[in-house]
């Protein structure tokens, strides 16, 4: 089977100051049609519920080489990449009118039992989900990278966010959206008004629900040689922690 795809014309709501795609709706994007893609597939989300279980988001990695604008019509494209370890790869490509890359991103899933919130061996779907790759090719050749906070790198709590109606989806947990869109808010406002977003990686380690309160930290890393201007080649890690752990981790480079 060939990749799955899907048009889309960018809506306003979708869109920043600047009227091009936000990181966080090109990930709210990028969860429907994994779901479709599945779908496709056979272990979509109910199949998966019929075995008590459903995917949940571990890792994921996106390269914005152009956003789209406000009104442009792209096609989004997902495939399924097969297993690796205990996870599942899915990978996804944005492109313009001309098929031209837009964005690339690769994402990494992990199987969780819903009644026991615990996560299951792969071998436990032997059958219904195929190990080999759907199709040839990667958007992004290598898996979602872990990220490790360098030892000499001290965060600083930025603010707390305390998870209500609007974060929570149908597993039960803050969707994994929100997170990015929590962190993205910790950034500097000069940075996200200045420069566009060109990488973000991001892992998520522990369900956050609803009641609880997210300690949000942000550290700013050493810049790879800036080329063009002073805010170009900056990095940041933004950190959730609830509990006494971390929730997620995601980095940012401009």
């Known amino acids: ?43 979509g989300h109910d199949p998966m519920a019929e075995h008590g279980a459903t995917w949940v988001l571990s890792r994921m990695h996106i390269i914005f080489e152009k956003m789209p604008k406000w009104k442009d019509d792209v096609r989004f494209e997902t495939w399924h990449k097969a297993l690796n370890g205990l996870l599942f790869l899915r990978d996804f490509e944005m492109l313009d009118a001309e098929r031209n890359v837009l964005v690339s991103a690769t994402s990494s899933w992990l199987i969780m039992d819903v009644a026991e919130r615990r996560l299951c061996r792969p071998d436990r779907f032997t059958g219904l989900i195929p190990t080999e790759p759907q199709c040839p090719g990667d958007a992004i050749k290598e898996p979602a990278p872990k990220i490790v906070l360098p030892k000499d790198v001290e965060p600083e709590l930025i603010r707390e966010h305390s998870v209500h109606y609007s974060d929570v989806d149908f597993i039960g947990h803050a969707n994994n959206t929100r997170y990015i869109e929590w962190a993205m808010d910790c950034l500097p406002e000069e940075l996200l008004y200045s420069q566009p977003l060109k990488e973000l990686v991001v892992n998520y380690n522990a369900e956050v629900h609803r009641g609880e309160t997210v300690q949000l930290y942000r550290a700013e890393l050493p810049s790879a040689e800036i080329e063009s201007s002073a805010q170009e080649g900056r990095r940041f890690i933004v950190e959730g922690r609830c509990n006494g752990r971390s929730s997620f981790i995601t980095e940012f480079r401009f």
């Open 1 to 43: 089977m060939n990749r799955i795809p899907q048009d889309i014309h960018i809506p306003s709501y979708m869109t920043d100051w600047a009227e091009r795609l936000k990181p966080v709706s090109f990930m709210e994007l990028a969860q429907e049609i994994a779901q479709h893609g599945a779908d496709c597939l056979g272990f």
